[in-house]
């Protein structure tokens, strides 16, 4: 089974979009509270990224994601 690699959404972009929904799920203020203790964190993303994924990288996540929403 050959599986199509798209390629990566732009960080930029992606960013902007989801400040976009947090403020417009939960409202300014409960936005700027969650972005300010989300970033004051002290949080190995890269240790969390090794215990989820493994050894993955990015495209085969990103495929895994593609796949998954094309079963939706």
Do not use: C, H
């Amino acid at each position: 089974m050959t599986v199509k690699i798209e390629s990566l959404p732009d960080t930029k972009i992606l960013k902007s979009e989801v400040i976009e929904a947090i403020i417009n799920n939960l409202g300014i203020t409960k936005a700027a509270y969650f972005i300010r203790e989300a970033i004051s964190q002290k949080t190995d993303y890269l240790e969390i990224k090794k215990k989820l994924l493994g050894s993955k990288t990015d495209a085969e996540v990103y495929n895994d994601i593609s796949k998954w929403k094309m079963k939706k």
